[in-house]
């Protein structure tokens, strides 16, 4: 019997009669994460594309052993994506459990297990992540940035001068400013259903999360790249709430926006959300927004106690608000029926 759904085909990113708009969420880890955990109480149509960069801890581990995707990130969006019945919370809670031993599972997580062990029994790994979302109730989908497991290479500029740091461990925590990010191999495949929901798209979400490892690196595979310049969807970049020590010291809210557009200067942006209390100078984090055509959206996103975490409440509230037209305290639709 074929573990493969519906008989060897996966189930469509977009479910025809679901609840809201299509969504396409794009980032990895705990960021990628906050969204989900947002984007699921406006809409079951999402797609979740994760970058397949990581090279430390469990992930790291059976990449270099087994030659796979480094499962982590994935495993995460799926678990945020869960259902909140007692079914998907106990698996959410399986898949995130990690082993604590002195010998080789020590800090293990069983989802990355499961992840792995359903692409070796399938030799299909967008397959094997629908099977685990199956199982976990989730709402939408989870698919990889790209078809091959990637390494990040940047470009570091500090008091020492500049260096090639790679990996993506590496090049989150070393001080300096990142002048250049590649991807190693250089123009990897994407992979084809990350593509087919960016162009299925009604919203494609960017952010928050580490900046030049888990968001940037959606901008240099060359179909994706494509995808979310020629998409018909709406764009929305979402800032992050503070710096990344080591990988985004002394960056502003408007030096990301900036960027992301010395990256890709021909990518529109519709909406860049930010957090009031994450931008040093307003009016440069509009200017950088309207370089991209996008507006800044100001709305407290984070949990308020200081720490640089998202509430997933408040930031579905904002993302309700941005996929609306409601960028100010006056919805746009009555902004123009005034002017009729």
Same mark, same amino acid.
């Given at each position: 019997?074929?573990?493969?759904?519906?008989?060897?085909?996966?189930? $469509?990113?977009? &479910? $025809?009669?679901?609840?809201?708009?299509?969504?396409?969420?794009?980032? *990895?880890? %705990?960021?990628?994460?906050?969204?989900?955990?947002?984007?699921?109480?406006?809409?079951?149509?999402?797609?979740?594309? =994760?970058?397949?960069?990581?090279?430390?801890?469990?992930?790291?581990?059976?990449?270099?052993?087994?030659?796979?995707?480094?499962? *982590?990130?994935? !495993?995460?969006?799926?678990?945020?994506?869960?259902?909140?019945?007692?079914?998907?919370?106990?698996? @959410?809670?399986?898949?995130?459990?990690?082993?604590?031993?002195?010998?080789?599972?020590?800090?293990?997580? =069983?989802?990355?297990? #499961?992840?792995?062990?359903?692409?070796?029994?399938?030799?299909?790994?967008?397959?094997?992540?629908? #099977?685990?979302? @199956?199982?976990?109730?989730? %709402?939408?989908?989870?698919? $990889?940035?790209?078809?091959?497991?990637?390494?990040?290479?940047?470009?570091?500029?500090?008091?020492?001068?500049?260096?090639?740091?790679?990996? &993506?461990?590496?090049?989150?925590?070393?001080?300096?400013?990142?002048?250049?990010?590649?991807?190693?191999?250089?123009?990897?495949?994407?992979? $084809?259903?990350?593509?087919?929901?960016?162009?299925?798209?009604?919203?494609?979400?960017?952010?928050?999360?580490?900046?030049?490892?888990?968001?940037?690196? %959606?901008?240099?595979?060359?179909?994706?790249?494509?995808?979310?310049?020629?998409?018909?969807? !709406? !764009?929305?970049?979402?800032?992050?709430?503070?710096?990344?020590? *080591?990988?985004?010291?002394?960056?502003?809210?408007?030096? %990301?926006?900036?960027?992301?557009?010395?990256?890709?200067? +021909?990518?529109?942006?519709?909406?860049?959300?930010?957090?009031?209390?994450?931008?040093?100078?307003?009016?440069?984090?509009?200017?950088?927004?309207?370089?991209?055509?996008?507006?800044?959206?100001?709305?407290?996103?984070?949990?308020?106690? +200081?720490?640089?975490?998202?509430?997933? #409440?408040?930031?579905?509230?904002?993302?309700?608000?941005?996929?609306?037209?409601?960028?100010?305290?006056?919805? !746009?639709? @009555? &902004?123009?029926?005034?002017?009729?």
């Amino acid at each position: 019997m074929s573990l493969i759904p519906d008989g060897g085909t996966p189930p $469509p990113s977009l &479910q $025809p009669g679901a609840r809201g708009p299509a969504v396409v969420a794009l980032g *990895g880890g %705990h960021g990628l994460a906050a969204t989900l955990g947002a984007l699921r109480h406006l809409s079951q149509n999402l797609t979740a594309v =994760v970058t397949v960069a990581d090279d430390g801890g469990s992930s790291g581990r059976l990449r270099h052993e087994l030659g796979v995707l480094p499962p *982590g990130d994935l !495993r995460m969006a799926l678990s945020a994506l869960c259902d909140d019945g007692e079914w998907g919370l106990t698996w @959410r809670d399986v898949l995130q459990h990690r082993f604590v031993s002195d010998g080789p599972l020590n800090n293990h997580a =069983v989802g990355n297990l #499961l992840i792995v062990a359903l692409w070796e029994l399938l030799g299909n790994e967008v397959a094997g992540l629908d #099977l685990v979302g @199956r199982l976990l109730g989730v %709402h939408g989908r989870v698919v $990889p940035m790209a078809a091959v497991p990637l390494e990040i290479e940047a470009e570091v500029k500090s008091g020492e001068g500049t260096r090639t740091v790679c990996g &993506q461990y590496n090049v989150a925590v070393t001080p300096g400013r990142v002048e250049r990010i590649r991807l190693v191999p250089d123009a990897p495949p994407a992979c $084809p259903e990350a593509v087919a929901a960016v162009r299925a798209a009604d919203w494609v979400v960017l952010g928050p999360g580490s900046w030049y490892t888990s968001v940037i690196p %959606h901008l240099l595979v060359p179909e994706l790249a494509e995808a979310l310049h020629t998409t018909p969807a !709406r !764009r929305a970049l979402t800032v992050n709430l503070s710096a990344q020590v *080591g990988e985004t010291d002394g960056m502003s809210a408007a030096d %990301h926006v900036r960027s992301l557009h010395e990256l890709t200067p +021909g990518l529109r942006l519709d909406v860049v959300l930010a957090d009031p209390t994450a931008v040093e100078d307003l009016d440069d984090l509009t200017d950088a927004a309207r370089a991209c055509g996008a507006e800044v959206l100001l709305r407290q996103i984070g949990v308020g106690d +200081g720490t640089a975490r998202h509430d997933p #409440l408040r930031l579905a509230a904002a993302y309700r608000d941005a996929f609306e037209g409601v960028l100010g305290d006056v919805h !746009r639709s @009555r &902004q123009e029926s005034a002017g009729e």
